[in-house]
């Protein structure tokens, strides 16, 4: 398998040199493969968020790289880094952050509409995909109109509409109850399974962590184990 | 979908929106109503000074333009007839004797101008003859009729009938004295004018210069007012040994008051929507700052920093599409009832005529001053939105994503 994503010895350093130094990351290598169904795992402060922000081209490392593909993201501009989200990450929220004004199927095809897709192949993949995560039944509605549950689905169907290379989940099961937690994990794992979508959570939920193939283990801002399940 | 999500977002905050798209409503009607009584207050004075005292066009001896003195008679009177006869821009024109006089009854004596008229001809480019409030237009009174002003009557303490008398030189310095019978007392806008101005017949006067007779001024109405300029210069040519001037030569004041009037209006609109501006910009900011997970979202998945700019513009400029023609439209309203209505400010009137300004105000503006205005509110909106629209490009998408 390649790897989708790649980073050699990355850290992140705030307030270098200075007394009150704090190292978020302290030299991360990893690589994650196509089709992996990863999580990120850690205590706060473990540097988590920080080790996903630069994989997710969000912030900028001190030192070492990361690698998206064949693309060094960690030597891209500003403007380069947005375009390169749009065509090659997908993005799930831990409060959904979908576009309360636009419909369910309006919120999957903006990301088809920011890459300039025709109005017929938007219309066609928003709904293959509101019907992949069992939301056929509403595109019409509003986020204020869904569930917590039913709205983190379409922010999967959002992040799977730009045909990602992978999927950046940060805590999405946080802010839902049981159900729609388990009914979430199954869709993405099924999605991972039939259509070898990579993704890669950041979690503290157990339920997350249970449904995981590969569990990467963070510490003070660096592996301290890194874990593969057969599930 | 940006212009989409933008009206969408208009309407989140029914509420807040709804403030201030009254708030630009309000404030573009209140200050074209404004415009207009101030635009209808210049207009008016400027059509009764025109219509009363001073019309078109004037046509004088040059010398008489520098000195007012009875010897700068216009050559060659019956010449200029002929041209204005021939001119098709002249509606009509009447001739005039001018002289500086003493105007005295046994209450006293008091300086005034002295407009000797032929009645016919001064009737048809003047509205004196419809200001008659005693008596009337040259009529009544067979020998030596006079009109005078109502304020100079009072002066006078005299009323209809009454014999004054009034004394001008001739040319070569000879006091000629006549005395008149008031046949008509008149009343127009401006007080200090009707109190500093008789008239008598040109034959009466002419009579009473003898070898001096003649005329001193040609007033012209013109058939359209716009072209009063173009039929000055026309004329000036024609008769290149004469002064032609246009009634914003002749009367200086009247016409700088106009030039003026339309740049006063657009800098009082354009304080306005300053005012109004910073209500938006306050709105939006508040929208921007409620909205931070949700631009850092927008950010975060690949919409590039313009298209977040624009968004932010184009809803601010949806907010003033709707208060700004919607004020624009109440004004034009507005100004079109009280236009025809009329706005009775008698109760102010004695201060208005001190003015020039009759006490009836009919407020009106030109047609392609709304259009401007519509514009104005729109260029305000994308210039109030630039604030804004910079500070949510100054959001970080990490941060911003996680905000509470």
Redesign the interface.
Known sequence: MSAVIKTENLKKYYNPGEEIEVRALDGVTMEIERGEFTAIVGPSGSGKTTLLNIIGGLDHQTDGSAHIGDTEITALSDNQLIDFRLHNIGFVFQAYNLIPVLTAEENVEFIMLLQKRPKEERHQRAMELLTAVGLDDKVGNRPGELSGGQQQRVAVARALASKPQFVLADEPTANLDSQSTSDLLDIMADLNKKENITFLFSTHDQRVIDRARRIITLEDGKIISDERHER | ?LT??AW??VW?NTLRSSVVITSIAMGIWAGLFVISVSAGLNDQRTKDALDTYISHIQIHNPDFVKDNNVEYRIDGIENVKSVLDTTPEVKAYAERVILGGMVSSSAGGFGAKITAVVPEHEMEVSTMHTKIVEGAYFEGIKRNPIVIGKKLAEKLKIGLRKKIVITFQKDNGDIVAGAFRVAGIYKTSNAKADEASVFIRASDANRLLEECAGFHEVAILVNDLETVETTTEKLAAELSGLKVRSWRDVAPDLGYADEMMMQMLYIIIAIILLALSFGIVNTMLMAVLERK??L??????????T?VFFMIVIETVFISLVGGPLGVVLGFLTVKYFGAQGIDLSIVGKGLEEFGISSTIYPNLEPNFYLNVAVMVIIAAILASIYPARKALQLK??EA??AI
């Open positions: 979908m989409k999500i969408r977002n989140r997970r949700e850092g979202m927008l950010m975060s998945v690949g919409m590039n920093k298209k998408p990490a994503v996680r």
